[in-house]
């Protein structure tokens, strides 16, 4: 059975960092793509984040420069180091997976983050 470990979100002031961490286990397949979403309230869910096994790597705009995203995979895991966060970033994060050959989402449970001073 697999299993999905999101850690790492919490309460933080503004120009602080967080360092979130997601770990897939369990009976799996290969994992392509790894990635983070995230959904404020009252708004869409949209990706701020992905790397695929080989290390290909996209941010959306607003987290460039800020935000960096990395992987385990011998341990199927992924990270988001945030700094210089901002109130805008509030939000839950939730971190996604895709099988090699497949196009089907995988997600974590969620975990909040909050900027606020």
């Known amino acids: 059975q697999v299993q999905v470990v999101e850690s790492g979100g919490g309460s933080v002031q503004p120009g602080g960092s967080l360092r979130l961490s997601c770990a897939v286990s369990?009976?799996?397949?290969?994992?392509?793509?790894m990635g983070w979403y995230r959904q404020a309230p009252g708004k869409q869910r949209e990706l701020v984040a992905s790397i695929t096994r080989g290390g290909r790597i996209d941010y959306v705009d607003s987290v460039k420069g800020r935000f960096t995203i990395s992987r385990d995979n011998a341990n199927n895991t992924v990270y988001l180091q945030m700094n210089s966060l901002k109130a805008e970033d509030t939000a839950v994060y939730y971190c996604n997976y895709i099988y090699y050959g497949t196009s089907r989402l995988y997600w974590g449970q969620g975990t909040q983050v909050t900027v606020s001073s």
């Open positions: 369990g009976n799996i397949f290969p994992i392509n793509l």
